[in-house]
């Protein structure tokens, strides 16, 4: 019972979950998203324990630290989950995700309503890029994991109920609707404002799909298994 100890233990916990994919250790994974459900209700019940007693430097980013004015430890822990799964990243993702699985399956759903829109944003953000994967046929087909996002979804509306998860959806899709609007009028105002940049960008755009064409090329050959041969061969 260490003031601030449980959020040094979060605080651990969710780096192990935020790392790079081929430094993924499934086994580290699981007692992380332990721990993180475990401090989650103690933090419920005990928020004194994430505070130290001291005074904090007034410069420190309360966002990223649960020990300045906020009183709910649980906000920054879920934000702090919800942020670690915005990057692409396939197991770092699926990891946040079976944390929230685990969260809403071990906590009371009261707990967790509040923070809807934190565990629904990356689930979304999730499902839509894999939808354009679809549209550019970047996709593999019969993937297991690629269900994981909407069976953690199911979860967590059977958890949190219909009504609030639709209510809280609603809201997630429209604050992604709006920053994608917004991204499409920073790069119109670009194109007048600074050309040199606006060209830039559509090179390096054309790079891009150069690039992913030929993975997709490469990738189709290998499953059909390997490159053709030679027809004189």
Known sequence: QVPGSLYDIARNSCRQLDVEDRLHVDATCTIAIKNI????????????????????????????????????????LMARLSNIAKPRGKLRRESVFKCFAALCTSCSPHDLVRYLQLMIDPIDR???????????????????????????????EDTCGTDNYIEAYAKVNKNARQKREKRKQDIAS??????????????????????????RIDQNRSSRGGFRKNRND
Not at 192 to 213: L, T
Request: aromatic share 4%; charged share 45%; hydrophobic share 25%.
């Open 37 to 76: 459900t475990s401090a989650f209700k103690i933090m419920k019940l005990r928020p004194d324990l994430c505070y130290e007693p001291e005074e904090t430097n007034e410069d420190e980013n309360e966002e990223l630290n649960p020990k300045g004015k906020s009183k709910d430890p649980c906000l920054w």
């Open 126 to 156: 999730d499902i839509r890029d894999t939808a354009g994967k679809v549209r550019r046929g970047d996709f593999k087909d019969n993937d297991p994991r690629d269900a994981l996002p909407k069976e953690v979804l199911q979860i967590i």
């Open 190 to 215: 670009e194109a007048i404002h600074d050309p040199v940049a606006a060209a830039q960008r559509k090179v390096s755009r054309g790079k891009k799909e150069q690039e992913r064409k030929k993975r």
